[in-house]
């Protein structure tokens, strides 16, 4: 069974930083691209950064480029987040899942990004 498990949000002002986990178990981690998506309150859900399997490939969307990084480590079946300069409309739920520029349910429960002064 797949089990995704994100962590590390958080409420952080504008221009700050936070970086966002997600433990992944219940498939080979290290064979499979991943992807994190967020979902803004009431909309829908849109892709954030994919990164391949091994890591050397990662796509970002056009909002965040420059500002996030995706990174994972295999030996811990962990997959990484980096926001820097964080602006308001960064603010959702961030989940994991697998996929590269797409993605593919199940996903967790999702951790709350809020960006506000």
């Known amino acids: 069974e797949v089990q995704l498990e994100e962590s590390g949000g958080g409420l952080v002002q504008p221009g700050g930083s936070l970086r966002l986990s997600c433990a992944a178990s219940?498939?080979?981690?290290?064979?499979?691209?991943m992807t994190w998506v967020r979902q803004a309150p009431g909309k829908g859900l849109e892709w954030v950064s994919g990164?391949?399997?091994?890591?050397?490939?990662?796509n970002y969307a056009d909002s965040v480029k420059g500002r996030f990084t995706i990174s994972r480590d295999n030996a811990k079946n962990t997959l990484y987040l980096r926001m820097n300069s964080l602006k308001p409309e960064d603010t959702a739920v961030y989940y994991c899942?697998?996929?590269?520029?797409?993605?593919?349910?199940?996903w967790g429960q999702g951790t709350q990004v809020t960006v506000s002064s």
């Open positions: 899942a697998r996929g590269y520029s797409t993605y593919y349910p199940p």
């Open positions: 990164i391949s399997s091994g890591g050397g490939n990662t």
């Open positions: 219940g498939f080979t981690f290290s064979r499979t691209s």
